[in-house]
Nanobody
Framework: QVQLVESGGGLGQPGGSLRLSCAAS????????MGWYRQAPGKQREWVGV???????NYADSVKGRFTISRDNAKNTVYLQMNSLKPEDTAVYYC???????????????WGKGTLVTVAS
């Protein structure tokens, strides 16, 4: 089994910062791309950004320059540093990863259960 567990959500103030973490665990041989998505109330889930196994990042225009994705391959963990928060960043944030399983060698796409970020004064 493979699990992704997000943490670090909560209440942030406009202009403030929050950092989310997502740790992968289980029968993992390797992790390729890791990314973040979000879903605001009443809206569809949207892509936030991604980081490759080599550390290359790409971001949605709505968060570019404010959010930074990083990863610690030794800990199978990806981070989302969110700065200059805006009320429109309020959403449930989901971690996503392409993971090669240790025993089968199969690559699957996995999701965390999400963590709520609320930006309000």
């Amino acid at each position: 089994q493979v699990q992704l567990v997000e943490s670090g959500g909560g209440l942030g103030q406009p202009g403030g910062s929050l950092r989310l973490s997502c740790a992968a665990s289980g029968s993992i041989f390797s992790i390729n791309a890791m990314g973040w998505y979000r879903q605001a109330p009443g809206k569809q889930r949207e892509w936030v950004g991604v980081i490759t196994s080599g550390g290359t990042t790409n971001y949605a225009d709505s968060v570019k320059g404010r959010f930074t994705i990083s990863r610690d391959n030794a800990k199978n963990t990806v981070y989302l540093q969110m700065n200059s928060l805006k009320p429109e960043d309020t959403a449930v944030y989901y971690c996503n990863a392409d993971i090669k399983r240790r025993q089968s060698g199969n690559v699957g796409n996995y999701w965390g259960k999400g963590t709520l970020v609320t930006v309000a004064s």
